[in-house]
């Protein structure tokens, strides 16, 4: 947490006076434990505004920040439009901006929704509920070549194709109703069992970013978010897992560079100038105490950037 709120320039020598009034952005609010650091650092006078696409999330941060008053200001949203919502809610430009990326405790928590391989509840992996479509729908109607894609780009799944003809075959006979049957069936046709994680991890992984299309969202909102930032200010993006730890070190190195042509031209054609620095060459990852307090930081890279003037 130290790492993420100095990155975005809310250090721990501002003093109890805060500073200027700032402005910043929560992507990923969640249940608000970002947030409220964010809120805490920049008192008295800093605001910040959090979206989330899951209202229940929206919810829990609304308890959660009610301390703060109307400095916080919560919409649900999907962070792919945060450009769109902070000029509406007048938060634009941002000193600094958060994407907390993957689940939310909450989500994984809550058998209804069906996250976890363990849960007892449906097959739906939906952050917003809205969506149409469901994990149920990817795994009881897509064809096999799909599913075998889909567990392979979203999941790097090396079983992928053993996973798909089983469920397609499984399938014909009954369908797949709960989250935990799902993930029972498929640790059992794995051959490989790597260490340290259940053998549905990837293939859960991979339906949840299906399901809600997390990757295409990414790249938008990554190009959303340095849209709003001021010159000087901080873009901060905390991954899980290696397809979008890439998605942001793709995106941060093009739009560090002057140019982005392809190598093989003599001359530039393309007109790209950089608008970003990249303040992290490598990601920072949590140390050993803060893995002790939180299991799931274990996996977490985090990401940042500074926006050029123009």
């Known amino acids: 947490m130290a790492d993420i709120l100095a990155q975005l320039g809310l250090g721990e020598d501002r003093g109890p006076g805060g500073g200027v009034p700032r402005r910043y952005l929560d992507g990923t609010v969640g249940a608000g434990g970002h947030a409220a650091a964010i809120l805490e650092r920049s008192a008295?006078?800093?605001?910040?505004?959090?979206?989330?696409?899951?209202?229940?999330?929206?919810?829990?941060?609304?308890e959660h920040l009610e301390r703060f008053g109307d400095r916080a200001v919560l919409v649900r949203a999907n962070f792919a439009v945060c450009d769109d919502v902070a000029r509406e809610h007048g938060f634009a430009p941002v000193d600094g901006a958060l994407l907390d990326l993957g689940l939310s405790s909450l989500q994984l928590a809550d058998d209804e929704r069906g996250f976890s391989f363990r849960s007892p509840g449906p097959l739906d992996m939906r952050a917003d509920p809205d969506l149409r479509v469901t994990a149920d729908a990817v795994v009881n109607t897509w064809a096999e070549p799909e599913l075998r894609q889909v567990f392979a780009e979203y999941g790097e799944e090396p079983e992928a194709g053993r996973i798909a003809g089983a469920i397609v075959r499984r399938r014909a006979k009954a369908p797949f109703a709960a989250a935990e049957e799902l993930g029972r069936f498929v640790a059992g046709v794995k051959t490989r069992r790597p260490r340290g994680i259940d053998p549905a991890t990837k293939v859960f992984q991979a339906l949840r970013i299906a399901v809600n299309d997390e990757?295409?969202?990414?790249?938008?909102?990554?190009?959303?978010?340095?849209?709003?930032?001021?010159?000087?200010?901080?873009l901060a993006v905390i991954s899980f897992h290696s397809l979008e730890d890439?998605?942001?070190?793709?995106?941060?190195?093009?739009?560090?560079?002057?140019?982005?042509c392809p190598p093989h031209l003599p001359t530039?054609?393309?007109?790209?100038?950089?608008?970003?620095?990249?303040?992290?060459?490598?990601?920072?990852?949590?140390?050993?105490?803060?893995?002790?307090?939180?299991?799931?930081?274990?996996?977490?890279?985090?990401?940042?950037?500074?926006?050029?003037?123009s």
């Open 268 to 309: 530039c054609v393309c007109g790209h100038r950089a608008g970003l620095r990249v303040v992290t060459r490598r990601p920072l990852r949590a140390d050993s105490a803060e893995v002790a307090r939180n299991p799931r930081a274990r996996s977490a890279a985090l990401r940042v950037a500074e926006k050029l003037a």
């Open 44 to 62: 008295p006078s800093g605001r910040l505004l959090g979206l989330d696409v899951d209202p229940k999330a929206v919810a829990a941060a609304a």
């Open 215 to 234: 990757l295409a969202n990414l790249e938008r909102g990554l190009a959303a978010a340095v849209s709003i930032l001021r010159p000087g200010g901080r």
């Open 246 to 260: 890439r998605a942001v070190k793709r995106f941060f190195a093009r739009e560090s560079r002057d140019c982005i």
